[in-house]
């Protein structure tokens, strides 16, 4: 086991780990854990009952945190003509077509979140391998294949974050940092949460939501009571 270092230890004093909070009271916790010095990201983290592995019980989807991540996202648009023209009057920081492509194949990205008009997806399809590894590939069900340009970009950058369940049929986010203030990130929260209730997959049998636990980048995890989500 690794050794843990000073700073940590001293967070962990008076701390009892083993016990489960409530939404609210584990989120006030972590921001008290949260001492590094940089704005540290507060994420939360569900263990879900279900299989990844089968194409019923997958959970993927995007959700919009109504006070944003505290992160700037960088948006890359693959769009000609007047969707392209849309795409840079909505903010986006990356917009562009054969050259676009051409970047990324030479490993120039330079975006956090990659949207696509439909008529460019023939483009796309060919970087696959390249933007599949790294969670960037445009998905319709994910809103990043679309014509509404201006609005994808808009909600993107606004604190728009995605989520797809891992093998272990683990999801997490960040939803926020620790200088937002609790009830900020207490509502971040409850949106992820309840994204993640709305998508429970047909498949799932038994019990949806196992365990959840928040933390922040250097702190501890904090164990959440199940219970207090629907409170």
């Given at each position: 086991m690794a050794k843990q270092?000073?700073?940590?230890?001293?967070?962990?004093?008076?701390?009892?780990?083993?016990?489960?909070?409530?939404?609210?009271?584990?989120?006030?916790?972590?921001?008290?854990?949260?001492?590094?010095?940089?704005?540290?990201?507060?994420?939360?983290?569900?263990?879900?009952?279900?299989?990844?592995?089968?194409?019923?019980?997958?959970?993927?989807?995007?959700?919009?945190?109504?006070?944003?991540?505290?992160?700037?996202?960088?948006?890359?648009?693959?769009?000609?003509?007047?969707?392209?023209?849309?795409?840079?009057?909505?903010?986006?920081?990356v917009v562009g077509a054969e050259d676009l492509m051409t970047a990324v194949q030479e490993g120039k990205i330079d975006f956090d979140r990659c949207i696509a008009t439909p008529d460019m997806m023939g483009l796309v399809g060919r970087l696959g391998k390249i933007l599949g590894p790294r969670g960037l590939m445009p998905n319709p069900k994910l809103g990043t294949v679309t014509m509404d340009v201006r609005g994808a970009v808009t909600a993107a950058k606004a604190g728009q974050v995605e989520f797809r369940a891992e093998k272990a049929g683990i999801v997490h986010a960040g939803i926020g940092k620790a200088s937002f203030e609790a009830d900020k990130l207490l509502e971040n929260a409850k949106a992820f949460v309840d994204a993640i209730q709305r998508a429970r997959p047909a498949g799932a049998k038994g019990t949806y939501v196992k365990k959840v636990a928040v933390s922040s980048s250097m702190g501890p995890g904090i164990k959440v009571d199940v219970s207090s989500l629907t409170a």
């Amino acid at each position: 086991m690794a050794k843990q270092g000073k700073r940590l230890r001293k967070i962990n004093e008076g701390l009892d780990l083993d016990k489960s909070l409530g939404l609210a009271e584990a989120i006030s916790t972590v921001k008290t854990t949260a001492n590094a010095k940089f704005d540290e990201t507060i994420e939360i983290s569900m263990n879900l009952g279900i299989d990844p592995r089968h194409a019923d019980q997958m959970v993927r989807g995007v959700v919009g945190l109504p006070n944003g991540t505290g992160k700037t996202v960088r948006v890359g648009v693959f769009a000609r003509g007047p969707k392209a023209e849309e795409a840079q009057a909505a903010g986006a920081d990356v917009v562009g077509a054969e050259d676009l492509m051409t970047a990324v194949q030479e490993g120039k990205i330079d975006f956090d979140r990659c949207i696509a008009t439909p008529d460019m997806m023939g483009l796309v399809g060919r970087l696959g391998k390249i933007l599949g590894p790294r969670g960037l590939m445009p998905n319709p069900k994910l809103g990043t294949v679309t014509m509404d340009v201006r609005g994808a970009v808009t909600a993107a950058k606004a604190g728009q974050v995605e989520f797809r369940a891992e093998k272990a049929g683990i999801v997490h986010a960040g939803i926020g940092k620790a200088s937002f203030e609790a009830d900020k990130l207490l509502e971040n929260a409850k949106a992820f949460v309840d994204a993640i209730q709305r998508a429970r997959p047909a498949g799932a049998k038994g019990t949806y939501v196992k365990k959840v636990a928040v933390s922040s980048s250097m702190g501890p995890g904090i164990k959440v009571d199940v219970s207090s989500l629907t409170a």
